[in-house]
């Protein structure tokens, strides 16, 4: 078997000993060889905190794998198989600002979902694009595998301006089919479901167990307290029964956002108040990972990691890799062009749906019509993604107005243009395309 290059952007992030994991206990079906873990100078003292451990789980594994720490971007490139990013363009400090500002006008405070998203694709879109146009001269034939958010947002500015090839994947279906498979106290691998929707607005239906349907029953059990599907990073505040019936759908917990918007802002509202944003959480969390990361005994992925919220994507991007180089067709559930699965959207539209996974890329299942209950929203929110992608690009302020504005959950144009305002001034140093 081919011998792999595996390159992680964003490598001194906490979420990397899940990488490792997942290559570690996957190692002979994906023979990772090299591993590069690859950071900004700034992020150099995590960097080596988390590769120190990076290194010592591949020596209790006893695997030939080599894990090189560097902070030079185009020596990890060159020659690589798979490029795997995890990116916070500010790190925590740009998304507790993210947060906090929206909340000052009474709207939603959140890294992705709402205004929070918009302003996190601003920063994140002209340095992933870089990255893409290094790759197309040290490595133009390996895979992008994107895991940065708002992951829909940034695979599509992705997929519209390079011709890398390339994916984006979350955590969150898979999250959601082991919350069906802990209802019916079967294995992940028992549950299928229809997923379809946008990176963090996702819908599933015809759900199955071993094969049979379980839709009706498994949306009551829903209905009634019972499985539903709860995030780390989202409140634990559940949706009406009744809703949950009439919709006839499996939400993401992220769905709470626009459905009980009132009361999500409220929550976090008081929760600013008394703990702050959930970026401040993380920061506390991550600081309290790295204490553990300094640990020279620890040689294993800490179960303190769990709560961060999609602990578990190492799952999906190790188990998506695998399917690419093992030309497995695998279904996943990924961030892809929809190119005809639904005729509600356009075509190079990024979707976030089932998908056949193989040495080719991704092949999203036919859909057809979104149901009337969830089309509104989903090409609402897809609107929106458009405008940012377009204002990321172009530093055009009078498209980030209207992206803001276009956002189901910003309220007027006048609260769009404070916001804008606001994010603008705070990230100064981050937005060189609207200088």
Sequence with gaps: MKKLKVVTIGGGSGYTPELIDGFIRRHQELPVSEYWLVDIAAGKEKLEIVGALAQRMVKKAG???????????????????????????????????????????????????????????????????????????????????????????????????????????????????????????????????????????????????????????????????????????????????????????????????????????????????????????????????????????????????????????????????SSIYNNKSEIHVVNVPNQGTTPDLPDDAVIETNAVIDRLGARPLAYGRLPTAIKGLIQSVKAFEELTIDAAMTGNTQTALLALAAHPLVPSVDIAQKILNDYLAANRDYLPQYR
């Excluded at 082991?178 to 019916?184: L, P």
């Excluded at 015809?206 to 949306?219: H, L, M, N, Q, S």
């Excluded at 769990?306 to 994507?313: D, I, P, T």
């Design 63 to 321: 695997i030939e794998m080599t894990v090189h720490l560097t902070t030079d971007l185009e020596q990890a490139l060159d020659g690589a198989d798979f490029v795997t990013t995890q990116i916070r363009v500010g790190q925590l400090a740009a998304r507790i600002q993210d947060e906090r500002i929206p909340l000052q006008y009474g709207v939603l405070g959140q890294e992705t979902t709402g205004p929070g998203g918009f302003m996190k694709a601003q920063r994140t879109i002209p340095v992933l694009l870089d990255l893409c146009r290094k790759m197309e001269k040290l490595c133009p034939d390996a895979w992008l595998i994107n895991f940065t958010n708002p992951a829909g947002i940034v695979t599509e500015a992705i997929a519209k301006h390079s011709p890398i090839k390339s994916l984006g994947i979350c955590s969150g279906a898979n999250s959601m089919m082991r919350d069906i498979a802990g209802v019916y106290h079967v294995e992940r691998e028992d549950i299928h479901a229809r997923v379809m929707g946008l990176n963090h607005l996702i819908f599933a239906d015809r759900i199955t167990v071993k094969g049979e349907d379980y839709t009706a029953d498994f949306i009551e059990k829903l209905a009634q307290g019972v499985g539903a599907n709860q995030l780390k990073n989202i409140p634990d505040l559940g949706l009406p029964a009744d809703f949950i019936r009439s919709l006839r759908l499996y939400p993401l917990s992220y769905l709470k956002y626009f459905y009980m918007n009132r009361e999500m802002v409220e929550h976090e509202i008081e929760e600013l108040q008394h703990g702050g944003t959930r970026g401040e959480q993380s920061l506390l969390i991550e600081k309290s990972l790295f204490e553990l990361y300094r640990d020279t005994t620890l040689c294993e992925k800490p179960a303190a990691l769990s709560a961060r919220g999609g602990a578990l994507y190492s799952d999906t991007a190790c188990s998506i890799i």
